[in-house]
């Protein structure tokens, strides 16, 4: 039996410095890998291009980071080297030393049909206001924060350990104190959503927890969530919708003192028929959001 040669996507991989100069690169058509020796030093990034975009893609940069599938919709994508405070949220491993292995590849077309976690994406960044990502899932929220170990893109990492707060692997999205906090999951085309999973944070007594919230779905149904002060897996039905997006607000705090966070956000589900893949416009979720219609959900499990 011989194997089978599909011609597909020219991907490649760089490895540049701040002022662009390269410093490594490797292209190949439906999968390439970094392997790199050397150091990163700040201001380095990893270059990712893609000849025929959008791509579903399979992609790990590091070792120190988990595999996600994510959507590709541009032919670059730039992942910045995290360095000092930012790299706390990645963990002692990543990026580290002076060998470098990673891979990229185009998603099967029978992988696409599995069912998994869809918000799932270890390579998210924080973009600056305005600026549209190009690589989905993609974590927005209206919080101001600075400190890497509580940004939104802590909530899709792949990593719910709950039990404290901090650096890796105890990193959430923190909402800072503010009382009209959201947090979006952009998936950047429609998918099919079963299940919502949440990990609370539960570092007790620096924490708090929050007793419900309101999820909104990109097709217009809102659902009231009742939530419980555990750090196990909060799980409710999403009975199959088709979304673009989901998000989370009107967060309740149980108590006033502490400070309630979201270890890990998930969204279990499969991908629609790739030919309704479509690039979204991130929608903002507006914070005084109608109540009406609304239905209550307490039966997480």
């Known amino acids: 039996m011989t194997s089978q040669v599909v011609e597909m996507a020219e991907l490649g991989l760089e490895v540049r ?24 030093a700040p201001g380095d990034q990893i270059v990712l291009s893609c000849a025929a975009p959008p791509q579903m893609l399979a992609m790990c940069l590091d070792r120190g ?15 910045m080297i995290p360095f000092g405070d930012e790299r706390k949220a990645y963990g002692p491993r990543a990026f580290a030393g002076e060998r470098h292995w990673g891979y990229v590849r185009v998603l099967d077309e029978r992988e696409r049909e599995s069912w998994r976690n869809l918000a799932e994406n270890s390579h998210d960044l924080s973009l600056p206001s305005g600026s549209a990502p190009v690589l989905y899932p993609h974590a927005v929220t209206n919080v ?22 901090g650096s890796w ?11 009209d906090a959201w947090l979006k999951i ?8 079963d299940e919502l999973r949440l990990y609370l944070r539960t570092d007790f007594p620096h924490d708090t927890w929050w007793r419900s ?21 909060q799980t409710f039905p999403l009975g199959g919708a088709r979304i673009a997006w989901l998000a989370l607000s009107q967060l ?29 416009d991130p929608r903002r979720v507006e914070d005084d959001q109608a109540d009406t219609g609304d239905t209550e959900r307490s039966d997480a499990k």
């Not at 410095?17 to 990163?40: K, P, Q």
């Not at 108590?255 to 309630?260: I, L, Q, S, Y």
């Open 144 to 165: 101001r924060c600075d400190n890497p170990q509580f940004l939104a893109r802590n909530a899709i990492d792949g990593v719910f350990e709950t039990g404290r707060h």
């Open 252 to 280: 309740e705090k149980a108590e006033e003192h502490g400070f309630p966070g979201l270890s890990q956000i998930m969204v279990m589900g499969r991908e629609t028929d790739p030919g309704s893949w479509s690039v979204r």
């Open 17 to 40: 410095t701040g002022t662009g100069i390269l410093r490594w690169r490797g292209n190949r058509a439906d999968e390439v890998t970094l392997g790199w020796r050397g150091s990163y």
């Open 213 to 233: 919230a309101l999820l909104t779905l990109s097709d217009g149904q809102q659902v009231t969530l009742r939530l419980a002060a555990t750090g196990l897996r």
């Open 65 to 79: 980071l988990s595999e996600s599938v994510v959507l590709l919709t541009d032919r670059t994508f730039t992942f």
């Open 169 to 179: 692997p105890h990193e959430s999205w923190g909402i800072n104190d503010q009382r």
């Open 186 to 193: 952009e998936f950047g085309r429609s998918v099919i959503a």
